[in-house]
């Protein structure tokens, strides 16, 4: 799948207005192009595109890094706890609160039922029943409203905290 510019940080339920940003580190885009709203990792000081199995060292891109482009430092999101992020699924479910997710790609989630590789929980209210519909099943859906885990995120790495 070729990857998409997305805005893909909505909100902070804590109250934040904006995301937290910091510029990080990026190969040149002909060795590596990076859409806005990819999910990153960093590898070996460089940023690359996340991959399945992958749940440390995360971030968001916040910018996207041509392939004519050279090295340089790009505008990244550090996710944050409460901060929602709303990610393209693999399959289309009807996502309940708290359900897990893995990286299956930089743009795309997958369901993980035992929990294996999780980097994110579904936290959105968007396929859920509204109450003047009458019903309590949720709506088979492609995208997820998700909250990253605070120790897959990047963020960990800079702060140290654990």
């Excluded at 993980?112 to 579904?122: D, E, I, L, S, W």
Aim: glycine letters at 6%.
């Amino acid at each position: 799948m070729a990857a998409v510019n997305r805005q893909t940080w909505l909100r902070h339920d804590g109250g934040d207005n904006k995301p937290l940003r910091v510029l990080l580190p990026a190969a040149a885009g002909s060795t590596r192009a990076i859409k806005k709203g990819e999910i990153l990792a960093m590898d070996t000081g460089t940023l690359v595109p996340a991959v399945s199995g992958k749940t440390t060292l995360l971030c968001v891109a916040d910018q996207e890094q041509k392939a004519a482009d050279v090295a340089r430092n790009l505008w990244c999101i550090l996710p944050r706890e409460l901060d929602v992020f709303r990610y393209e699924l693999s399959a289309a479910r009807a996502v309940a609160f708290g359900e897990q997710f893995a990286i299956s790609d930089s743009e795309t989630l997958a369901y993980t039922a035992a929990g294996t590789n999780k980097v994110a929980r579904a936290c959105g209210n968007a396929n859920r029943p509204k109450p003047e519909e009458k019903s309590t099943t949720n709506r088979s859906v492609l995208y997820a409203e998700v909250y990253f885990d605070p120790q897959a995120s990047y963020l960990v790495a800079l702060t140290g905290a654990s």
